[in-house]
């Protein structure tokens, strides 16, 4: 394997976005590579590639997400760049991927999983519960306001996009009283002090995948499969198998209000999942415990079960059929 490592000449090119947390997440692959082999930090390459979605998205920045084509437009280009061999790895938060990959690439490397909370920010309030009727929060995740709606139909619930600091400046113009983020991202930034405090699953149960980093490679590429093994967390892709086998039974576009999430305990492995329509009037939730080797089954018998207490016209809601 030694002769096959990158080198200063010839980097492994790592590709990513070229927000704040992708370039952070970039820099945590690189640094755990690095470490596994032995490398200097010169023997890989952290390339920026500039998608469709993050051109989009400041043209139409006060437009939901799906409006202007959805989550995928932020990987097209990326996943392009690693089929013509510009770049050999991409690296993905998780909650942000569809479920099936383009062919000829795989995702089979999971960094070690993050806070899965939701962070509650606010200027002004302490905690959701301290939100008067009638605040107005700030949220692009459909989920999230799904959630809102759900929880708390007296709040005004808007569109608000960007990154950290673009959402914190809204919060000082008055845009909104408060807004949600990953806590994740915020711990990878270093900006954990942002949060007035984490929603616990039982509140708000995460996306799936929040708070999980992978790793995406070209299928046939021996020597990347190789060291993204060095890095692989078992746990998290245990959790991960359970969490999009449920999501794919639902929806693989991530685009809709569906939350989940998978835990471990000793050989147990815990699944809970929710749905819910877009203006939160119905919540359906689901929760089961199994072997950790039937996490991937339990997940895709979730989602049927879910589907079958919905019904078509519950469905037609959450994916837009």
């Known amino acids: 394997m030694t002769r096959d490592l990158p080198t200063p000449d010839q980097p492994l090119k790592i590709g990513t976005r070229g927000s704040p947390l992708a370039l952070a997440q970039a820099h945590e692959t690189r640094d755990r590579l690095a470490a596994a082999f032995g490398l ?37 280009e990326i996943e392009e760049a690693m089929l013509t061999g510009a770049i050999d790895i991409a690296v993905h938060s998780m909650k942000d991927m569809p479920v099936d990959q383009p062919g000829g690439l795989i995702l089979d490397c999971y960094l070690p999983r993050e806070d899965v909370r939701d962070a509650f920010v606010s200027l002004r309030h302490a ?55 990953a806590m994740a991202g915020l711990r990878r930034l270093g900006m954990v002090e942002v949060a007035r405090g984490g929603m616990s699953p039982e509140d708000m149960l995460p996306a799936v995948a929040q708070g999980a ?48 999430l998978a835990e471990l305990d000793g050989d147990r492995l815990r699944l809970r999942g929710e749905i819910l329509r877009p203006d939160g009037s119905e919540v359906l939730s689901d929760d089961v415990t199994v072997p950790i080797a039937e996490g991937a089954r339990a997940g895709a018998e979730m989602a049927a079960r879910l589907r079958d207490r919905a019904g078509p016209g519950f469905f037609d809601w959450i994916t837009g059929t």
């Open 213 to 260: 980093i992978g790793i995406e490679r070209r299928a046939d590429d021996a020597r990347t499969a190789t060291m993204l093994a060095a890095i692989h967390d078992r746990d998290t892709g245990l959790r991960l198998a359970a969490e999009r086998a449920y999501l794919a039974g639902l929806d693989g576009s991530c685009e809709t209000p569906i939350a989940g």
């Open 127 to 181: 905690s959701l519960a301290d939100l008067p009727p009638g605040a107005t929060v700030g949220s692009s995740s459909l989920r999230r306001r799904a959630q809102l709606k759900a929880r708390r139909p007296d709040l005004n619930v808007v569109e608000f996009r960007g990154n950290v600091q673009t959402r914190m400046k809204k919060l000082e113009n008055g845009v909104a009283d408060a807004t949600f983020l």
């Open 40 to 76: 200097a930090d010169a023997a890989f390459e952290i390339v920026v590639i500039k998608t469709t979605g993050d051109n989009r998205a400041l043209i139409d920045a006060d437009k939901p997400l799906k409006e202007i084509g959805g989550k995928g437009l932020f990987t097209k």
